[in-house]
């Protein structure tokens, strides 16, 4: 599956932003996706991730309660609302996809990846 991040920006420590990413293809329902970011000269690091019909939902401790993923089979599309956002938050966030049933924090378990929208914090 090919995938097209969006929604990146800068923002002030405390607003709001939502990254989406839309995907190609007719069996976007046989995906887990889920949500990454990296920092320069640091590993990939799991955000978040949502099971193929969106009833299960994973978060990284880090952003638990403050971030929430969803998707919409229907449309494609699965995104990212970031909340009360720290300059911690900053980096390149990507999508990406896992043929699978159940969601994994591990980087190289996912099959397919959209190529990045940077999200900039400042405070």
């Known amino acids: 599956v090919q995938l097209q991040a969006s929604g990146g920006g800068l923002v002030q420590a405390g607003d709001s932003k939502r990254v989406s990413c839309e995907a190609s293809?007719?069996?976007?329902?046989?995906?887990?996706m889920a949500w990454f970011r990296q920092t320069p000269g640091k590993e990939r690091e799991f955000v978040a991730g949502i099971r193929r019909t969106g009833s299960n939902t994973l978060y990284a401790d880090s952003v638990k309660g403050r971030f929430t993923i969803s998707r919409d089979n229907a449309k494609n599309t699965v995104s990212l609302q970031m909340n009360s956002l720290k300059p911690e938050d900053t980096a390149v966030y990507y999508c990406a996809a896992r043929l699978a049933s159940d969601i994994n924090i591990f980087a190289r378990a996912y099959d397919d990846w959209g190529q990045g929208t940077l999200v900039t914090v400042s405070s």
């Open positions: 293809g007719r069996t976007f329902n046989s995906y887990v």
